[in-house]
């Protein structure tokens, strides 16, 4: 059997042990790989390996290997030894026989962050609707008898041994979800190569900077929605022709965001929102962006 699982089961204190090594690389901003290098020459030095085995939770890591994570990271010693005593506890008593295959938890592409979380959740697409055959994604991504998906590529890939593109990851999201380029799961996909490839560089962001930017798409994806409600009930644009003409983007202090009042069939409400929305977008040092009214003209009888 297994360790238990559910509700009511108490936490594993091997997978809470492996959690918590995880979360100080991560608030450290470290890869796997960015940190192995930084415990080159100590004596506590640890490979990828050691490290990426330590996160998964299958079973105790040694002494050295989590000290690696207090000395680079700043863990608490104390946590960290409790933690592992705790861990090692469990894996030494556990058989062989009782120890069951760790089954991988596979990650929405909106909260994959590494390489390795692409792989498994593109492993995972291919089966969700039943096992899916190279040759068959290979016929769904062909365009004008050339296939964006081929099977030796697609196989690569799929078995860890490259890196898998952008474009090839999207069309094969496409090929096994059915969905449109330019539809929300094929953007959510393509942000999440974006943050796998920044990991694998050593270029990803430290979370308070991430927060920042998915802050500012939203308060972007808001204003455009403000604008398209706004321009339904403004005036024809030969009578406004600059009526929903709201700056978005990167802003300089101190500058004018001209949009168009509403109309007296719509008080303040679009207007309010989108002056809100306005304040709230990013800006050099100085003054705040400022917002200035266009009335539209009278609207013309049909």
């Not at 769904?140 to 041994?161: E, Q």
């Not at 270029?203 to 994806?221: C, G, Q, V, Y």
């Not at 808001?222 to 700056?247: C, F, I, K, Q």
Request: hydrophobic share 35%; with cysteine.
């Amino acid at each position: 059997m297994g360790r238990p699982t559910g509700a009511s089961a108490k936490p594993d204190p091997v997978t809470v042990q492996a959690q918590w090594l995880k979360s100080l690389r991560l608030d450290h901003g470290l890869s796997l790989r960015r940190m192995a290098q930084m415990t080159t020459g100590r004596d506590w030095a640890v490979t990828y390996t050691k490290l990426f085995r330590a996160e998964q939770g299958i079973t105790s890591p040694k002494w050295e290997t989590v000290l690696a994570y207090v000395e680079v990271c700043g863990g608490n010693a104390h946590k960290a030894r409790r933690l592992w005593n705790a861990a090692d506890a469990v894996t030494s008593t556990t058989t062989p026989t009782e120890t069951a295959p760790a089954v991988r938890t596979v990650l929405p592409p909106e909260h994959i962050s590494e390489p390795l979380e692409l792989l498994h959740a593109m492993r995972a697409l291919r089966t969700a609707r039943g096992p899916r055959p190279l040759r068959e994604l290979e016929d769904a991504a062909r365009v004008d008898g050339v296939s964006f998906l081929p099977r030796s590529t697609l196989g690569a890939i799929l078995s860890g041994k490259r890196m898998v593109s952008k474009q090839t990851l999207l069309h094969f999201v496409g090929a096994c979800t059915g969905a449109e380029p330019d539809s929300t799961t094929i953007r959510a996909w393509a942000r999440a190569w974006d943050r796998a490839d920044a990991h694998r560089r050593g270029l990803h962001t430290r979370p308070a900077l991430a927060n920042l930017i998915e802050e500012l798409e939203t308060k972007t994806t808001e204003l455009s929605r403000a604008r398209e409600e706004l321009a339904r009930h403004t005036t024809t644009p030969a009578a406004n022709p600059t009526g929903t003409d709201v700056t978005i983007g990167h802003v300089e202090s101190g500058d004018i965001i001209t949009v168009a009042a509403p109309p007296p069939s719509k008080p303040a409400r679009v207007w309010h929102k989108i002056r809100a929305l306005v304040g709230t977008l990013p800006h050099k040092s100085g003054p705040a962006p400022t917002t200035k009214i266009l009335r539209p003209g009278p609207i013309a009888s049909p």
